[in-house]
């Protein structure tokens, strides 16, 4: 490899590892329920998130079976919710372009492959779901998966750390709200102003204009071969 090259891993290297040092603080602060500097913002947002979860429920110490049977639970009704928002697309919103439900089989893989957070897609994004499924059964398991991995993973370590005998685990919501909220939600309003600064386009916008402006009914081909084509 060229020294260009070297320099590019070097640097990438130092700057994850420059990084890693204070995020990893200010997640140690998320996990264990210490005041953040974005508690003014996301604890009116927690709060109307346990109010619709309950807040008894959203507050209560858990065991590891009750941790896990409320995990399961959680993302079950995520998957099942995703499931729906594809086999019922064509009644659903942001929908510009017209594309048809989901083959059920195809909705019942993908939204157990992303509430996994395995991500797979058996299928063309571009020719196959609207924005509002885009958004709604993809971008939003996105998050959840990651933080429910993540939540997961605490709740083990807290395991080997409780004087309790393991009664008190943490709460899964409480955990899977804060992670989302104080995480994973700043750091992607940091890269949409880095995308927006850069001079990236509107995805939903441009992706409309460019298929109602190149696409023609009587072409034989549809939406299709113009996702092929770009």
Avoid: K
Avoid at 179 to 195: A, E, K, M, Q, S
């Amino acid at each position: 490899m060229s020294l260009q090259a070297w320099l590019q891993i070097v640097l990438t290297l130092l700057a994850i590892l420059l990084i890693s040092i204070p995020l990893g603080r200010y997640m140690a602060r998320v996990v264990t329920g210490q005041r953040t500097f974005f508690d003014r913002i996301a604890d009116p947002i927690d709060s109307a998130i346990y109010f619709l979860i309950e807040r008894r429920t959203a507050s209560q110490a858990m065991t590891w079976r009750t941790y896990t049977v409320h995990m399961l639970l959680t993302n079950m009704i995520m998957a099942i919710i995703i499931y729906l928002v594809l086999s019922f697309q064509n009644y659903l919103p942001l929908n510009q372009l017209n594309f048809g439900s989901v083959e059920p089989f195809l909705a019942f893989n993908t939204a157990i492959s992303f509430v996994t957070n395995t991500n797979w897609q058996a299928y063309g994004g571009e020719s196959t779901l609207s924005n509002f499924s885009q958004m709604g059964a993809i971008t939003f398991p996105m998050f959840t998966s990651a933080a429910t991995g993540f939540v997961v993973a605490m709740a083990w370590i807290r395991a080997f750390t409780v004087r309790n005998g393991g009664s008190d685990l943490g709460n899964f919501y409480r955990d899977f709200v804060r992670f989302i909220t104080r995480v994973l939600l700043p750091i992607c309003f940091v890269g949409v102003f880095h995308d927006r600064a850069g001079g990236r386009p509107d995805n939903g916008r441009e992706r409309h204009r460019s298929y109602a402006s190149r696409w023609r009914p009587d072409d034989g081909c549809g939406a299709g071969c113009v996702a092929g084509n770009d």
